[in-house]
């Protein structure tokens, strides 16, 4: 073994077997238990004296490479984790700024924004503005767009509210033992939701008797009048969701309870998209088979008219509110 | 118009209203209902796949009354009707197989909900292979990152919830820059219809205009859905999220959620843009870089995880590998390689997830390989089902590896060039690199058990044993009816682009 070795290598030789050094391999022939070694047999004394070497020299060693490793785990933890963190917070910021520049430029190169001759402004646009009344017979064009134009489509946006709030549910709902008992989890964030949330608030309560009708009222009037005007069932069950959550924190869940519970949600929200469903199936199957639908558009302006988009209007509205609710329920107490 | 091309419509509806329905019935029922419908899906799409096959052209399908580019339209061809087929009955033995898992693993009022999120995987899947429209395929990635989210917390521990966060911060950074690709596609050509789009992206080829955005536009789809695939360097959410989930979840998620965003990214590549305009601009050599580098570290990745589910996932990262490599080629037969071997892996794959957390039940549910010695003994079908689809990832003949790697190397010797000699090396690598682990588990399958460990075996459920049979047969029919599979394919994807 020379000295000029490095150490690991050593320490290499001493564990594993060194087959090139006889000394060792007699060592470790004679280490093993078999009654009649050789080496044990004929030279008792010079054996215990090289074991007793060997077991310094690995001693030695082993101290030696404590402490380097040491010295290394310590580097590592202060400083080099310094400079990993360092180097990866740098990396990652010249990462952004290149991709930033990339997508930079490709905004500076697009056609100007607004600009007459646009890709953008084709026979599409055309017809959805032009035609638009006359085929959906709705006066709001952004309505009759996504209720019949694209209506599949809307389904689809209706479902990811649907599935966004099945996730939340599976993740945050927490669950009675029996039907009436709660569990030991119901119980602790029901306490929480009494030490942490405002309760009678006389204040809160003056201004949500007076606001929460006036809201609900107009997020009615967004839902209803959606192929009239601005508006539709997205924006109009987002204000209904706002009344909602308001007289939620006003008057706790108990009087909310008695009008809008998890069975109500879990109903409306059941309803309103199977409607949804049933509705444009029919539509879609009666387009793609080239059948008359025979729903009437009504006259262009009335409340009563282009044909499905109103039913379509109030499902999705329903739909919003109540994902709206529920998230703030179920991110509040874990239920309703 | 024939009702049998009203199929894909009432494949559409049907699955999102079971899915929707499934919010109000008892679990038992909604679990029952997601076998049903994934059979009565792969029914009338095998239906169809005959239809279109004799008639020998693809369709489009209004959805409404409005005519394309106004309305939503789908469209289908032998190609989306075959891999819907496939993916319903990959789902059905899924469900299947994992139903006496879900029971234990998961809330039991809270079983439906994820029969909720496996209907709505197969209306999103069928959505993306049947959508004729960009903004229509994004709405359905939307509701499929979410369900796969759902999916992977659904069993409500530590780990899953840790998986299913790092999934959803990369799967919606994909989803992300996806949208965005949307955008800046729109807002080049001014149409969301793919046929619509294709004309106008080779007009703006040939003229050499805005040649920097429709670059970059590609390169966002690219990233976009290679990281909701798990392509290489995109994959460190798959491990966790594949490991730790229900073996329902994690075999869904493998075999079906990443390869509908597989077959929508080629749509894009295939229909929308065009292979031409793609090799043009030498962006094809980048899905083929890629596809390269993933078959190698995949595998590697395997080869150093002590845990057989998370091996199983690593080996998916190699998988989708070669379905890029075979996409980056450009040339149809590499793009039939690449299908081809989308339907062996999905098969194989999801067959693993689910003998494998079968092997760890009878094991005490442990899934290291120190303590799954002897497991395949203990439990034989899930041993062999395990067994079958190792050797068909393999390529061991007969199974659907085999000729996968087959069309594979044929497709580089078609290409030729640097391509083919880097193509044959990494598929005779990953193919050494494949038998190293996948074998190497298998003979640990069928060792001896450990000595003074005692292993209490229960039998499996009924459920269970359907699956891992009907698995085991799917593997086996998909390496022997290799040749009608790849005649649609090639018809189909003529059909398609």
């Known amino acids: ?336 | 118009m024939p009702l049998i091309r009203n199929f894909p419509f009432f494949c559409i509806m049907l699955s999102m209203i079971c899915g929707i329905s499934s919010a109000m019935l008892p679990g038992k029922i909604a679990r029952k209902v997601t076998v049903v419908l994934a059979a009565v899906v792969a029914a009338l799409n095998t239906a169809l796949l005959v239809h279109l096959m004799q008639a020998g052209e693809s369709y489009h399908y209004l959805m409404g009354h409005f005519p394309a580019p106004w309305g939503n339209e789908i469209r289908i061809g032998p190609l989306e009707a075959l891999l819907c087929v496939l993916f319903s009955i990959v789902l059905m033995f899924s469900a299947l197989g994992g139903m006496y898992r879900l029971k234990r693993q998961v809330d039991p009022k809270k079983e439906n909900t994820v029969c909720v999120m496996l209907d709505l995987v197969l209306a999103g899947t069928l959505s993306m292979l049947y959508t004729n429209d960009l903004f229509t395929g994004y709405v359905f990635i939307e509701i499929m990152t979410l369900a796969s989210c759902a999916l992977i917390m659904c069993r409500q521990n530590g780990r899953t919830m840790v998986s299913a966060m790092r999934y959803m911060i990369m799967s919606l950074l994909g989803s992300g820059m996806t949208l965005m690709a949307i955008m800046l596609t729109y807002t080049l050509t001014g149409h969301l219809l793919i046929e619509n789009i294709r004309e106008a992206v080779t007009a703006l080829y040939v003229s050499g205009q805005y040649r920097a955005p429709l670059t970059v536009t590609i390169g966002l789809f690219f990233v976009g859905l290679g990281i909701k695939s798990a392509l290489f360097p995109f994959h460190t959410w798959l491990a966790d999220a594949y490991g730790y989930s229900t073996p329902a979840a994690s075999a869904t998620l493998s075999s079906i959620v990443s390869k509908a965003y597989i077959l929508l990214l080629m749509k894009i590549f295939v229909r929308m843009i065009g292979m031409d305009v793609v090799r043009g601009l030498h962006l094809n050599d980048l899905l083929f870089v890629f596809g390269i580098i993933a078959m190698i570290m995949g595998s590697l990745s395997a080869m150093h995880s002590h845990d057989l589910r998370r091996m199983v996932a690593y080996s998916s990262v190699a998988q989708i590998g070669y379905i890029y490599a075979g996409m980056g080629m450009g040339i149809e037969a590499g793009l039939v390689a690449a299908v081809y071997h989308i339907m062996i892996h999905s098969a194989a794959k999801s067959s693993l997830f689910i003998s494998s957390s079968e092997l760890a039940d009878v094991s005490s549910g442990s899934k290291r390989f120190s303590d799954l010695r002897g497991a395949g003994k203990r439990s034989p079908l899930a041993g062999v089902c395990f067994t079958i689809s190792a050797m068909s990832l393999v390529g061991v003949p007969v199974l659907g590896g085999f000729i996968s790697k087959l069309v594979f190397s044929e497709a580089a010797f078609q290409y030729g060039g640097i391509h083919m000699w880097v193509m044959l090396l990494a598929l005779a690598l990953s193919t050494l690199l494949n038998v190293l682990y996948l074998m190497k588990t298998v003979i640990t399958l069928y060792r001896p058990a450990r000595d003074g460990m005692e292993y209490t075996v229960e039998k499996p459920d009924t459920a269970g044993v359907c699956a891992m049979v009907g698995f085991v047969v799917l593997n086996v029919l998909l390496g022997v009816l290799s040749q009608p599979i790849l005649t649609v394919i090639r018809t189909g994807l003529q059909l398609f682009a």
């Not at chain 1, 309760?199 to 949500?208: E, G, H, S, T, V």
């Not at chain 1, 606001?211 to 959606?226: K, R």
């Not at chain 1, 959550?245 to 008057?251: G, K, P, R, T, W």
């Open chain 1, 1 to 336: 073994m020379k000295k000029n070795d490095s150490l690991w290598q050593r320490l290499c030789a001493l564990d594993e077997v060194s087959w090139e050094n006889p000394l060792d391999q007699q060592l470790t022939a004679a280490t093993t238990d078999e009654p009649d070694s050789e080496l044990r047999r004929r030279a008792p004394l010079e054996f215990a004296i090289a074991e007793a070497q060997h077991e310094e020299m690995r001693e030695t060693l082993y101290t030696e490479e404590q402490l380097k490793v040491s010295t290394l785990h310590s580097w590592v933890g202060r400083k080099g984790k310094k400079w990993l963190d360092a180097a990866y917070r740098l990396t990652a910021i010249l990462f952004c700024l290149v991709i930033v520049t990339f997508l930079m430029t490709t905004v500076v190169q697009l056609p100007p924004f607004g600009a007459v001759d646009n890709p953008t402004n084709n026979e599409v646009a055309q017809r959805y503005l032009e035609k638009g009344l006359e085929e959906t017979g709705a006066v709001n064009m952004v309505a009759g767009m996504i209720l019949d134009y694209r209506a599949f489509d809307t389904f689809g946006e209706s479902t990811v509210l649907f599935v966004a709030a099945c996730s939340v549910l599976l993740l945050l709902k927490l669950g009675e033992h029996s039907d009436d008992e709660p569990s030991p989890a119901m119980l602790e964030a029901e306490w929480d939701d009494r030490h942490h949330e405002p309760k009678n608030d006389a204040i809160l309560q003056m201004a949500a008797r007076i606001l929460v009708p006036i809201i609900l009222l107009f997020g009615m009037y967004v839902v209803l009048a959606g192929h009239l005007g601005p508006g539709g069932g997205f924006s109009g069950g987002a204000v209904m969701g706002a009344g909602l959550i308001l007289y939620l924190n006003a008057f706790g869940f108990q009087k909310t309870g008695r009008f809008f519970t998890y069975k109500t949600f879990r109903w409306v929200t059941f309803l309103a998209l199977m409607t949804y469903a049933l509705l444009k199936s029919y539509s879609f199957f009666c387009g793609a088979n080239h059948l008359e639908s025979g729903i009437p558009l009504g006259t262009p302006g009335a409340i009563l008219s282009s044909g499905l988009i109103l039913p379509l209007n109030i499902c999705v509205g329903m739909i919003v509110m109540c994902t709206m609710y529920a998230f703030y329920t179920l991110f509040r107490k874990g239920g309703m």
